[in-house]
């Protein structure tokens, strides 16, 4: 034991400090306090009825009422018992207080994977600060966009098995491959996991390249037989995830339009146009360098400070009252987006900041690094940089957008930099193992590191003294925001100038302090690496100062985004909606399944309002195309009450535009949970049956695709008005109701149509049921008195989950194999 400590002792102190540093700058949840993550907050809203049922029965349901009219939980939230994934994904998250966990995981899986790459301790804690303290990492957590962060997590770790396996150490390789991409899956950010498919695709193709040209075939195509079998085995893990986030997706509005008459684009996936909204811009990419370039978040922090020229152009308009001047740049920037952010995205909670130490490495390791890595590290950079500017550069964009699997399903295309914010200090790294290690001089090992500073040195020092000699400072809609501007200054054009130019001269002001501070930051690491190339200085020192100089840099950007004004106490957080006077009325009403149609909040991108009551509204970015289709063509340029009564909108909450008080109103025409209609009318495709229902009377008529018209008899109905249903028991899975009626009848269920899962059974019979009115539950019923039951059975989360577990325990098996072989070996 003294001698396995005697090892490791190096890891496991550094692995120490990891961990005091994580809580050091976090230090607010040592006072139990939590960070205030907006995504975070929206999904306990969501996730309210699943967890009022997972407390009572130990288990959440399938299916949630509470949003959107209905929809599967998948992504919202499941527990996923028989994964062994959920309880490693636990161990991280619960463990530790949010978000040290996430960020320890960071640093520990960089950590590893420079472990693995044979890198000296010390450099690769260096190198594990670096990647995890990029303020991507930092903004997503900060956002709340928790799966994303674990998953960028998991990339290093995975990557470190790929390359055990390729180098020869198949099954211990291949058994944490397996394990760290489980739980890669099991965090579920499915975009996160593409980029990294798409960046181990590089690699395999650069490995397959090296393996022919040193003849090594055979190797290689046994580690890649492992690898698959990795990758096979975290995919049984994940299953029941797996399988039945396929089934959802293709149902969502990342699938394929219902209808015909909709942009084309649209049919195979995401829009362009929506796909590409954030798009990083070309010259953004600088703030790999320099992170306040393109002037950081969208906000107004350096704007709203006396010494700013904006402030100083306001106040002569204002008198210098402090308050009329910050009101009056918070219009502006509200109404003109007049904010420090001049990029084209619609908004921005900070740039991308790989350090300016890392931008200076990687230069140099571009020179030096002579391993077939810097080859695909160099090719995953350049195409997913490329790939990120999206509309901004579309010539490579549209290729993969047209053309590759899957690429178009997902938004957001500068997320794919995140890769490559692990790539940048990869091969930083690898340039010191390099000029370790190297057969190269000192005096030629510090000419390319003088190359490397001049390079990288010199472009900040530029934008430190002629800042718009590359940039202009200046949104494309510059000049039409000095349009309106003057507009509303009664046009005193002269006056709208003025604020402009100061404006950008406050950005400009940013940028300088900004390429000063990296200048200085790559003159530290210039001086530490100059230093131990010509032994001046140890070379652990040398390391171990430039950990802390990386640590340094990295920790003063991360604080413009996440600091201790991001935390609340937890008691705070728990009641962050507050309940209003019309919420506690609303929830004495003990109907078990009605909607509410919250008109005060944004009712289809907001989740607050879930987190009180059912609603025709929510906010999910996956929510089910056919209900999507239906808020576009029926509740949003016009509000179509027809539509709100089948939904069971028994609720409107208004609000008073002289008060500002909220008004509650009961819709007296709602249908409630089920109906009988008079007749049913048949229609040829979706298309004629959005617009039948734009109108129609739902009470008596139901509206049916064709395709449906084999489960309906319609020499058999009648109407007769002594018929009635009505619900007896409500459960989000499972759902009964009586009928009585002395012929058939075709009964209407205000419940949300998913065809991969719901079944009906009549007295305990499987019986088929349709769709009606476009997004509804139909069935025709059997004359006399009987019980309907609805039940949310889907194979592919039941089956699944028993795949689950035959992968759980193979892995756990193949596991234990490895660390017995590998113990074996050592002896």
């Known amino acids: ?77 499941v527990q996923y018992a028989y994964n062994g994934a959920t309880y490693g994904i636990a161990l991280i998250t619960k463990a530790l207080p949010n978000p040290v966990g996430t960020v320890l995981l960071l640093l520990v899986g960089a950590y590893f994977l420079f472990i693995t790459l044979k890198v000296n301790p010390w450099l690769a804690a260096a190198g594990a600060i670096a990647f995890a303290f990029t303020t991507y990492n930092f903004v997503l957590i900060a956002a709340g966009h928790s799966n994303k962060a674990l998953a960028i997590g998991f990339f290093a770790p995975i990557l470190a098995g790929i390359f055990m396996t390729l180098r020869g150490r198949y099954l211990l390789g291949a058994s944490l491959t397996a394990l760290f991409l489980a739980l890669e899956l099991r965090a579920n950010h499915v975009q996160m996991t593409y980029y990294l498919f798409l960046c181990v695709l590089i690699l395999i193709i650069v490995e397959v390249y090296n393996a022919y040209k040193n003849k090594q075939l055979p190797a290689f195509g046994k580690s890649v037989a492992y690898l698959a079998g990795a990758v096979i085995l975290a995919v049984m893990i994940n299953a029941s995830l797996l399988w039945t986030t396929s089934e959802y997706a293709a149902e969502t509005n990342r699938g394929k339009s219902n209808l015909t008459s909709m942009n084309s684009e649209k049919n195979k996936g995401m829009s362009k146009e929506y796909a590409y909204n954030w798009s990083q811009g070309v010259g953004e990419s600088f703030t790999f360098l320099i992170p306040h370039l393109y002037g950081g978040a969208t906000s107004i922090d350096e704007l709203v400070k006396p010494e700013s020229h904006m402030y100083k152009s306001i106040a002569e308009v204002t008198g210098g009252d402090p308050n009329q001047t910050v009101q009056a740049i918070q219009q502006l920037a509200q109404g003109l987006n007049m904010q420090q952010y001049w990029g084209e995205k619609p908004g921005t ?41 999206g509309k901004n550069f579309p010539f490579v964009s549209d290729l993969f957008f047209d053309y590759f699997p899957l690429y178009n399903k997902f938004r957001a295309v500068e997320s794919i930099l995140a890769v490559v914010g692990l ?92 390429a000063f501070r990296s200048l200085i930051f790559i003159a530290i690491a210039f001086g530490l690496v100059w230093a131990f190339i010509n032994k001046k200085m140890n070379m652990q020192l040398a390391f171990g100062l430039l950990a802390l100089a990386i640590l340094a840099d990295m920790w003063q950007v991360d604080r413009n985004y996440l600091n201790n004004n991001n935390f609340e106490s937890k008691a705070a957080l728990n009641n962050y909606f507050q309940q209003r006077d019309v919420d506690n009325f609303i929830i004495a009403d003990k109907d078990p399944n009605f909607r509410v149609y919250d008109q005060t909040i944004n009712t289809f991108s907001d989740a607050s309002a879930t987190a009180f009551h059912k609603t025709i509204g929510g906010y999910h970015a996956a929510k089910l195309k056919r209900y999507d289709e239906l808020i576009q063509n029926q509740l949003t340029k016009s509000v179509n009450q027809d539509v709100l009564d089948m939904l069971n909108a028994k609720y409107f909450i208004t609000r008073d535009p002289q008060n500002g008080s909220y008004k509650l109103s009961r819709n007296s025409s709602a249908l409630g949970n089920a109906w009988i209609v008079k007749s049913v009318q048949f229609v040829k495709n979706s298309d004629e049956e959005m617009k039948a229902i734009s109108s129609f009377d739902p009470k008596n008529e139901a509206i049916v695709d064709q395709s449906f018209k084999k489960y309906i008899d319609t020499t058999r109905l009648g109407a007769d008005p002594s018929a009635f249903i009505k619900m007896e028991k409500y459960h989000p899975d499972h759902i009964e109701y009586s009928y009585s009626a002395p012929r058939d009848v075709v009964a209407v269920f205000s419940e949300i149509y998913y065809d991969k899962g719901w079944n009906m059974y009549i007295d305990g019979v499987k019986k088929p049921y349709f769709r009606a009115d476009y997004v509804l539950r139909a069935a025709q019923l059997e004359a006399g008195n009987h019980k309907v039951e609805f039940k949310f059975e889907p194979v592919s989360y039941y089956t699944g989950e028993k795949i689950s577990l035959a992968g759980s325990v193979l892995l756990v098996g193949f596991l234990g194999l490895a660390l017995y072989t590998e113990n074996k070996k050592k002896k």
């Open 423 to 514: 790539m940048f200090p990869v091969l930083a790294i690898l340039a010191l193992r390099e000029a370790q290690n190297s057969t190269l001089s000192a005096k030629e090992l510090t000419k390319k590191l003088t190359w490397s500073a001049a390079i990288t040195g010199g472009f900040a020092l530029i934008v430190a003294l002629v800042p718009t000699l590359f940039f202009s400072f200046k949104t494309s809609n510059h000049n039409e925001i000095i349009q309106a501007l003057t507009q509303m200054l009664q046009n005193n054009s002269t006056l709208a100038h003025k604020i402009g130019d100061a404006l950008v001269q406050d950005r400009i002001a940013i940028a300088r302090a900004d």
């Open 349 to 389: 909670q900070g740039g991308y900041y790989f350090g300016a130490i890392i931008c200076f490495l990687f230069v140099f390791g571009l020179f030096i690094v002579k391993s077939p890595l810097k080859w695909w590290i160099v090719a995953t950079s350049i195409l997913f940089i490329l790939l990120s500017f």
């Open 1 to 77: 034991m003294n001698n396995w400590f005697n090892k490791n002792g190096i890891h496991l102190a550094i692995i120490a400090a990891f961990v005091v540093i994580c809580f050091i700058y976090f230090s607010p949840v040592l006072q139990g306090k939590a960070p205030i993550q907006n995504d975070v907050l929206q999904s306990k809203a969501m996730q309210k009825e699943i967890m009022e049922y997972k407390g009572k029965e130990g288990k959440g349901p399938l299916w949630t009422n509470q949003m959107f009219g209905g929809m599967p939980t998948y992504q919202i939230w």
